[in-house]
């Protein structure tokens, strides 16, 4: 079986991770910076699978499965917020919600 | 024995504790009962150990009893330990019978207080600390009572702390006694770095080995304890203060400014008279500074018309005559003339009390007038402390107190002629100004109506003491009739006998000598302040009248040479560089505010910006570490 070096895999979660952080530093709707989350999530998910199989233990995906869960109840917690903004402000422009500043 | 002598100072401070703590929540009735039955338990432990005391007396003289250690440092080794002798049994026995008569008392005349459960918290505090300060084996623990009385005596005369003048007036206490007691602690300190204990028997007895007399060091000494005593007893020129101290309620002025607290520093020249008898320049100077007090006191009191002012000086003058006598060496009529002046001072501020509170607040004698047949006891009990304080002769003890003193300022080895001089007119003065009060309070035309008349509580204490202002005296009777020695055969167990010179005077002539003098007194305040009142009224408006009635200007000058002046630097120094450093401080604070305050804009997306950089950097350091 072809395997790939396990670098090449860290590489490939380093790069998922770095694109969500991008995504969310660049993007200002707010949905995207949600999805943004949710890449970073997936990626940190993946470096727990890679150790698992690398290291031939069960405990990495078992810790995965959680990883999902967490990010499900995140997700859902988020797009309410969200909802709650766009009600609120009428926009989804991260910039344009910063009602929560010093005064001056 | 002993176990009284340990237990005579703990109940007025378990009083003191169970008032300040439960105060809030029991009735006044409680309280009332705690507090001077705190007192009154006193009172009869005293009795029992006083009469142990005195079965055993020519055999023991004094009881030692060690309650715990306190101070163990170094050399330094103070103890929680009382000594019972005959000079404190007489303190003790003022302390706690005045005392107790003026709790029960005070009762009645602060039952409408609010503050009620507070004052007796306090006086109990101040029995307790009196009592230690009399009680005490050393001088740490005799200086720990006698800051203690002065605290008391600042929370009292500021009792009613809702009047600004009050406050005033326990600061000004507090703070002029303080300059007395830094000179008393230099001393203290003197004593300890000499001998290297500080208990008062092993000092005095190192102090008459090792210390030559007239050296300089036993001159030093006895003049910084000297300062501590001035300012206490409220002596020249340290006496301002006792006038003010009048805004306190009329039972703390009769128990704490007049029987009591102002009596310390003639106990403490008492305590440590051998120290004083190795520094003969300083006992002449207690005598002169006691003569020229009593005389500029007299004088004050004469021109004044608060009922409450004229018996405050004339308490700073009848502590001249003690320490007058302490002066002279006449140690037994200072201490008689103490605990006679402790009865019929009290008497008179416990009745002036009454009167003030009868009518409503009215304190210038000029608008009362004619209470003698409204208050029939009070006018008695009145006119008995009066003319116990003006020793009306032969039948008031005041006249035995007094005449002791003045026989004993011509006639003991340290007198001299003028200072009997300064005593007879001092007491001439003394006939004039009780008897003007007398003739102002309680005779003449009503001017003012009495709101109610004073219940039991607050007469039996008056009558209690007008008995012994009139009693008190055959303890001690003079050679030339009488001969009784009663009093000076206990206190000289403890205090030495007064040297008398060897061409002696006649005493009876000097005793009728002034008794005319008092009679003439009473008799010139009978006819200028009742038969000729006009008299009287043209020398109150002349300024020699309102100098004495500013006591002489004393406050004036200290104003003009202290107050002022610092106040003037602290004015200009406002500024100094130690404020610098604190607004420096407090200045960083304000810009790394508004530094760190540009970083909170409610940007999501800068936050997450510093949030990466952030975790970059840490992550930065911990590869590159």
């Known amino acids: 079986m072809l395997t790939v070096p396990v670098e090449i895999q860290i590489l490939l979660a380093g790069i998922l991770f770095l694109l969500g952080l991008i995504g969310l530093l660049v993007r200002r709707n707010m949905i995207f910076m949600l999805m943004s989350i949710e890449i970073m999530f997936n990626s940190a998910g993946l470096v727990f699978i890679i150790a698992s199989t690398y290291w031939k233990q069960p405990d990495g995906q078992v810790m995965f499965i959680f990883i999902l869960a967490v990010t499900a109840v995140e997700v859902a917690i988020g797009l309410a917020l969200l909802l709650q903004v766009y009600h609120h402000f009428k926009t989804l422009d991260a910039d344009s919600v910063n009602k929560l500043k010093d005064h001056n | 024995m002993t176990t009284y002598i340990a237990l005579i100072p703990a109940i007025p401070f378990l009083g003191f504790l169970v008032l300040a703590l439960f105060g809030q929540k029991l009735t006044r009735k409680t309280i009332g009962i705690i507090g001077a039955g705190s007192v009154g338990i006193v009172a009869l432990l005293t009795f029992i150990a006083g009469t142990g005391f005195l079965k055993s007396l020519p055999q023991v003289k004094s009881y030692s009893v060690v309650v715990w250690q306190w101070i163990n440092a170094g050399n330094l080794k103070a103890d929680i330990a009382f000594s019972l002798d005959a000079l404190s049994l007489v303190f003790c026995f003022v302390i706690t019978f005045v005392g107790f008569l003026i709790h029960v008392y005070s009762i009645e005349f602060m039952a409408k207080d609010e503050g009620f459960s507070r004052f007796f918290a306090y006086m109990n505090l101040f029995v307790g600390s009196m009592l230690i300060l009399v009680l005490a084996d050393n001088i740490l623990l005799l200086y720990l009572g006698w800051e203690g009385v002065g605290l008391c005596s600042y ?68 003049a910084l304890l000297l300062g501590g005593a001035l300012g206490k007893s409220a002596q020249l020129p340290l006496q301002t203060w006792l006038p003010d101290a009048m805004a306190g ?51 004050s009191a004469l021109a004044q018309h608060d009922l409450k002012r004229i018996l405050a000086y004339s308490t700073i003058s009848q502590i001249g005559y003690m320490f007058l006598a302490l002066g002279v060496g006449a140690w037994s009529a200072s201490v008689f003339h103490f605990m006679i002046h402790a009865f019929f001072k009290a008497l008179l501020f416990l009745a002036a009390g ?18 003698r047949k409204k208050m029939p006891v009070v006018y008695l009990t009145f006119l008995i402390g009066a003319a116990s304080l003006s020793a009306l002769p032969l039948i008031t003890a005041g006249f035995y107190s007094k005449d002791a003193i003045l026989w004993y300022s011509i006639s003991s080895e340290t007198g001299s002629i003028l200072l009997w001089v300064a005593g007879i007119t001092g007491a001439f003065l003394t006939a004039l100004y009780s008897f003007r009060m007398i003739f102002i309070t309680f005779f003449g035309e009503a001017k003012a109506q009495p709101a109610f008349l004073p219940g039991k509580t607050m007469t039996i204490p008056l009558i209690i003491l007008a008995v012994l202002s009139v009693f008190g005296g055959f303890l001690e009777l003079p050679e030339s009739f009488g001969n009784i020695h009663l009093f000076s055969s206990l ?40 038969k000729k009142p006009a008299l009287s009224e043209s020398f109150s408006h002349s300024r020699l009248n309102r100098f004495f009635e500013k006591g002489w ?35 960083l604070a304000l810009l790394m505010n508004r530094l760190l305050g540009i970083t909170q804009n409610g940007k999501l997306r800068w936050y997450l910006m510093s949030f990466t950089i952030g975790i970059a950097l840490i992550l930065t350091y911990m590869i590159l570490r």
């Open chain 2, 553 to 587: 200007g004393f406050d004036k000058f200290y104003d003009v040479i202290f107050v002022k002046p610092v106040v003037w630097l602290s004015e200009i120094d406002k500024d100094d560089f130690f404020d610098w450093l604190n607004i420096c401080i407090s200045r």
């Open chain 2, 491 to 530: 206190v000289d167990s403890t205090l030495p006998a007064v040297v008398v010179k060897e061409a002696g005077h006649s005493e009876i002539l000097f005793q009728s000598l002034s008794a005319v003098i008092v009679l003439a007194g009473i008799y010139l305040a009978y006819t200028i302040y009742l």
């Open chain 2, 249 to 299: 309620p009329s039972p703390v002025s009769a128990l704490i400014h007049a029987a009591t607290m102002v009596t310390a520093g003639v106990y403490l020249i008492a305590r440590t008279h051998i120290l004083f008898s190795l520094a003969p320049i300083v006992q002449a100077a207690i005598a002169i500074i006691g003569a020229l007090t009593l005389l500029v006191a007299g004088f």
């Open chain 2, 354 to 371: 009454v009167v003030i509170l009868v009518l409503s607040e009215e304190h210038d004698i000029f608008k009362m007038g004619g209470l």
């Open chain 2, 155 to 222: 929370l009292l005369i500021g009792f009613w702390y809702k009047e600004p003048a009050n406050g005033y007036a326990a600061r000004k206490a507090f703070v002029i006694t303080r300059v007395g007691d830094t000179a008393m602690i230099i001393g203290i300190f003197i004593l300890f770095l000499s001998f290297g204990t500080v208990n008062i028997n092993d000092l005095m007895q190192q102090a008459s080995e090792k210390w030559i007399a007239g050296s300089s060091i036993a001159v030093l000494t006895a």
